[in-house]
């Protein structure tokens, strides 16, 4: 998911990389879906991979989750040939490693990517922490979806050696990367990222530390307005699902997509962005969407959102 920003604002796709930092192990701070998703793609294309989380519970979820999800890979990869499907699983997963222990982690390591809780304090301590016990060519990325990178860097001494990593959910199934650099991300460590995402085997684009940076910046405001349209009485949601997928070709209709993404996600991400920038009206906040979190239906995970779920 030839660069039209300026080189200091964000980096053109045809950068050279002859200073970049080849990332061989990356360091990989979350379990959830996405950074096990993003710890089996990185495995499967041949890097080292330490992922970390705060339990070995947790973190034995995370690779049972990819044992699965390489399953259904080499189903259709490997059909005829199941002696070697079994063979590439076992490759992929003895790349990976895991730990409980984020700074001895990256004392050893070219990338820390952070894929936790979308809470700026939280992020900050954590980089704050792994900026003291990482070596100085590592270089620190956050996958985060909607927190501006510059403020996540913020409390490290390596700010030109910081950018952002955004993939999408599922990892292994999404074909885009979007590679985010800010004002203080050296040309190097920029090349270093892209290098990275197509190494993984995506496609990368070059965004601005804007909010939502591409995708999120055009894709919420977008389903926030489909709810307002709602809320006005000009359409049921059924009706603009319809709308959406039928008359301009979407795989799934904006409240469907809301449900699946998550509407406590999403009221998150734009009360964010409403306190950044008041007076933008694509960030205003929405009353049924906050009545809807404020029930606890939050969509698929939880049964019920705009839809229910069996």
């Known amino acids: 998911m030839a660069s039209f920003f300026t080189h200091q604002l964000c980096r053109s796709f045809s950068s050279t990389a002859l200073r970049s930092v080849a990332i061989k192990h990356v360091v990989i701070i979350g379990g959830g879906q996405m950074g096990a998703g993003i710890a089996q793609v990185a495995a499967a294309t041949g890097h080292q991979v330490t992922l970390v989380d705060t339990s070995d519970s947790i973190l034995q979820k995370a690779v049972k989750g990819m044992e699965s999800s390489l399953k259904r890979v080499v189903k259709k990869k490997f059909a005829d040939k199941p002696e070697a499907g079994e063979e590439f699983i ?55 979806s909607s927190l501006p990178i510059t403020d996540i860097a913020s409390t490290t001494t390596r700010l030109d050696r910081f950018g952002g990593l955004h993939f999408f959910n599922p990892v292994p199934m999404m074909k885009l990367v979007e590679v985010i650099g800010t004002s203080a991300t050296s040309q190097e460590t920029f090349d ?22 591409i995708v999120n910046r055009l894709l919420v405001p977008y389903m926030l307005e489909a709810i307002r349209l709602h809320e006005r009485g000009h359409g049921s949601k059924e009706d603009i699902d319809i709308a959406m997928k039928l008359g301009a070709g979407y795989p799934m209709g904006p409240f469907e997509l809301l449900d699946y993404v998550g509407l406590d996600t999403c009221k998150f991400i734009m009360d964010g962005w409403s306190q950044m920038d ?30 229910k779920y069996k």
Do not use: M, R, W
Not at 192 to 213: I, Q, R
């Open 192 to 213: 270093s990222l892209l290098n990275f995402g197509k190494a993984l085997g995506k496609t990368t684009v070059s965004c601005k530390d804007t909010p939502g940076f």
């Open 278 to 307: 008041p007076d933008n009206p694509l960030f205003a906040k929405s009353q049924l969407l906050n009545k809807l979190v404020a029930e606890g239906k939050f969509g698929k995970k939880t049964g019920e959102g705009f839809y």
């Open 90 to 144: 076992q490759k992929v997963l003895k790349n990976v490693s895991t730990s409980t222990d984020a700074a001895a982690a990256a004392q050893h390591t070219d990338l820390v990517l952070e894929a936790i809780v979308e809470n700026l304090q939280i992020k900050q301590d954590l980089f704050g922490t792994l900026d003291k016990a990482a070596p100085e060519h590592t270089i620190f990325a956050s996958n985060t």
